[in-house]
């Protein structure tokens, strides 16, 4: 049976490069091609690939949200992660969404290869960095270390603009709720993740990528 492959990049070179070795095998065929997930979310209701291979980070409609409504509308097609960042979050968050599958984009051809396999088989994959990020975060967590994926989806929105150092004024505008409201949602982040200052809250945020201060 041939394996249907759908490629979802930015990065015209990337998915030129991917799709001629995908191509080069005897059971895969690259059915299409998007750069953006709004572009992807439409290929896949036309043609119904087996495998999307996402990219995370993409301007407009970004990989989370792609995968999250594809696992919805199509549950049959896997979607496998394909990022430049090893990062908690979009880790986390493109696991919640649907995917069956994370691999960083310095991985070996192989390891796609495998890792498209593995996906199709209904089993997950991730590779060795994703698998050493993961337990790290266990590790953590057991330490009473709260992770991003314990976060609701308003604190997480609370503590990016936090770091990006927005005032509670300024959140409280562009959330449509009260000061009061959103410096309770900070108290209760810092109560958390055991933190006790707004600059050990920033540092977190950067840690674990909820923040574009180090991308």
Do not use: W
Request: glycine share 6%; proline share 1%.
């Amino acid at each position: 049976m041939t394996v249907r492959i759908l490629l979802v990049d930015d990065h015209q070179v990337l998915r030129e490069g991917l799709g001629s070795l995908l191509e080069q095998q005897s059971n895969m065929e690259v059915v299409g091609e998007a750069g953006d997930g709004r572009t992807a979310l439409r290929l896949v209701r036309e043609l119904h690939p087996d495998i999307v291979i996402m990219d995370v980070n993409m301007d407009g409609m970004d990989g989370i949200d792609a995968t999250r409504m594809i696992s919805r509308e199509l549950p049959e097609t896997k979607v496998l992660a394909l990022s430049m960042y090893l990062r908690k979050t979009f880790v986390s968050e493109m696991f919640k969404s649907g995917a069956t599958g994370y691999l960083l984009k310095d991985s070996a051809f192989s390891e796609i290869l495998e890792a498209i396999n593995t996906v199709l088989r209904g089993e997950k994959y991730v590779c060795a960095k994703v698998a050493a990020l993961l337990v790290d975060e266990y590790v953590q967590d057991g330490q009473g270390t709260a992770s991003p994926a314990s976060l609701t989806k308003r604190e997480l929105e609370v503590i990016r603009m936090l770091a990006d150092g927005k005032t509670s004024k300024e959140i409280a505008l562009i959330t449509e709720t009260s000061v009061k409201t959103v410096d309770a949602c900070r108290r209760r982040l810092m109560q958390k993740l055991g933190l006790n200052s707004i600059a050990e809250l920033v540092k977190y945020a950067i840690r674990e990528g909820l923040t574009t201060i180090d991308q």
